[in-house]
């Protein structure tokens, strides 16, 4: 006889565990430091790439002035002036690097408690299963003897 609460139940742990749950399965392995952590280094790298990027096109796109300033000397003021907006740009980008990681591994920490919580009332239906089963045998009414027919 199938359990139709047990195959909803497996339904769900199922899609859970090939839809969001590859994420948030994989980030239980970290605690909520590392994770951040490691968000806000691969956030660094990014906006650092970025940025020079960014300066490099700039420079590109308005070579002539950039040409001027180095002639004019005004070299230090130019760097100081993109030192700054990096910083500024860096600092803004990794409170919200940091404002998000928290909250997504928040999030998926939720979501790693109820799959858990799933998963253990999966494995109290299949121990409710066994222990009828075997109250079936011990009290000797077995639905598969057939000695009872004569």
Do not use: P
Not at 67 to 76: A, F
Not at 83 to 95: D, R, S, T
């Amino acid at each position: 006889m199938l359990n139709e609460e047990k195959i909803k139940l497996m339904t769900k742990l199922a899609l859970y565990e090939q839809s969001e749950g590859k994420k948030a399965i994989k980030s239980h392995k970290y605690n909520k430091g590392d994770y951040v952590s490691l968000n806000l280094i691969k956030s660094a790298v990014a906006i650092t790439l970025a940025y020079l990027i960014a300066v490099a096109l700039v420079v590109l796109n308005d070579a002539e002035s950039f040409v001027n300033e180095l002639i004019s000397i005004k070299l230090v003021n130019l760097a100081v002036r993109i030192l700054v907006i990096y910083v500024v740009v860096f600092i803004i980008y990794m409170l919200i690097t940091y404002m998000v990681a928290s909250m997504h591994y928040i999030h998926m920490q939720e979501k790693n408690k109820k799959y858990a919580d799933d998963l253990k009332e999966l494995h109290m239906m299949y121990k409710r299963e066994e222990k009828m089963k075997s109250e079936l045998k011990l009290g000797g009414k077995d639905t598969d003897d057939d000695t009872s027919k004569y």
